[in-house]
């Protein structure tokens, strides 16, 4: 399974090498996704997690995101953030890798303020659609209601 999964990567890889990521230079961005929270060295265990993230690109390097999500644990938590995205890379090449970092809300039984920081990548597989994998960790203000926790999830993201 693990070599399955590699391979259609680095098909998926070879084939946008031929794309070029100046689309990157497209001002609005919407992204679906899925993924995983982890919870390293607590109790909580490994949650599902889903979301929609809009973006405004104020230059190829530079964009601006506005996300939010649920995580589906025992009581679901939702979450929201604006972040400042920091994207990388020649402009030539297909795979844009960036940094990430914001501050937002999250609630599992209150309110709190969570800053989270982060890393991923684009790759894009067609003028206007790439396919992103990101990794993020979350700090919360509080520690009654919501805890730190880390998330990992892939998704799609189409510019206009």
Request: charged share 15%; no cysteine.
């Amino acid at each position: 399974m693990k070599s399955i999964v590699v391979g259609i990567m680095a098909v998926v890889v070879m084939m946008g090498l031929t794309v070029n990521a100046n689309a990157q230079t497209l001002y609005r961005e919407i992204t679906g996704f899925g993924g995983m929270t982890f919870d390293f060295g607590n109790d909580y265990g490994d949650d599902a997690t889903a979301g929609i993230a809009l973006a405004f690109n104020v230059s190829p390097r530079i964009g601006i995101e506005a996300e939010g999500g649920a995580i589906f644990a025992d009581d679901t938590t939702f979450n929201g953030s604006l972040n400042l995205v920091l994207n990388f890379g020649s402009g030539a090449s297909a795979i844009v890798p960036y940094i990430v970092g914001g501050g937002g809300v999250i609630t599992d039984g209150g309110t709190d303020i969570a800053i989270n920081g982060g890393l991923g990548l684009k790759m894009f597989i067609d003028y206007n659609i790439a396919l992103r994998a990101d990794f993020r960790a979350f700090f919360v203000t509080e520690e009654d209601d919501a805890r730190d926790m880390e998330r990992v999830y892939g998704g799609i993201t189409f510019f206009f």
